[in-house]
T-cell receptor, first 111, second 114 residues
Framework: AQSVTQPDIHITVSEGASLELRCNYSYGATPYLFWYVQSPGQGLQLLLKYFSGDTLVQGIKGFEAEFKRSQSSFNLRKPSVHWSDAAEYFCAVGLDYKLSFGAGTTVTVRA | DTAVSQTPKYLVTQMGNDKSIKCEQNLGHDTMYWYKQDSKKFLKIMFSYNNKELIINETVPNRFSPKSPDKAHLNLHINSLELGDSAVYFC?????????????FGPGTRLLVL
């Protein structure tokens, strides 16, 4: 079955430290890949997306993600987190007209 | 200006009641969506409309009925509410159908069924 897996349910990181969120997918072909962020009490906002081409994708708010076909992964990174990065992060895969989301990773930022 | 807005923001109701959630987008998009986020934050698409026509209808109970009076609005009506309907419902829109299109989400409607 096709699926999106985010192995880390919760990550705590110190302000100023680097952050990496993992995402793995299982699909027959290379799907469209997305990262969304959901701040507390808010809707989802697109951080970045990958369709083809350069496997390192730059997004908003200083985030980037790298697509690795051999590992079926699309991990999200930020070199230095800010307290405002505390949120829920969702990896998603696009197939047909639909987005299929992972279960999300909660990021807590400590001072 | 809010791009995708939903009303109400919170909805608390009794089992068996009928309720509606409204969604409006001012982005000029053709395509709108409803998603359900359960208590474990798992997000799943329910419906999608393109230019007032239903294009995605996932396995959702018949008690849920979307209605799109025009391209800018997609409402969700729920009959005979059940405890399991408690969730956050998100509306979203995109310029056209197609997974390469960026979807813009509303702030969500938090539904609690007692």
């Amino acid at each position: 079955a096709q699926s999106v897996t985010q192995p880390d349910i919760h990550i705590t990181v110190s302000e100023g430290a680097s952050l990496e969120l993992r995402c793995n997918y299982s699909y027959g072909a290379t799907p469209y890949l997305f990262w969304y962020v959901q701040s507390p009490g808010q809707g989802l906002q697109l951080l970045l997306k990958y369709f083809s081409g350069d496997t390192l994708v730059q997004g908003i708010k200083g985030f980037e993600a790298e697509f690795k076909r051999s590992q079926s992964s699309f991990n999200l990174r930020k070199p230095s987190v800010h307290w405002s990065d505390a949120a829920e992060y969702f990896c998603a895969v696009g197939l047909d007209y639909k987005l299929s989301f992972g279960a999300g990773t909660t990021v807590t930022v400590r001072a | 200006d809010t791009a995708v807005s939903q009303t109400p923001k919170y909805l608390v109701t009794q089992m068996g009641n009928d309720k509606s959630i409204k969604c409006e987008q001012n982005l000029g998009h053709d395509t709108m969506y409803w998603y359900k986020q359960d208590s474990k934050k798992f997000l799943k698409i329910m419906f999608s409309y393109n230019n007032k026509e239903l294009i995605i209808n996932e396995t959702v109970p018949n008690r849920f009925s979307p209605k799109s009076p025009d391209k800018a609005h997609l409402n969700l009506h729920i009959n005979s509410l059940e405890l399991g309907d408690s969730a956050v419902y998100f509306c979203a829109s995109s310029q056209v159908p197609g997974i390469q299109e960026t979807q813009y989400f509303g702030p969500g409607t938090r539904l609690l069924v007692l």
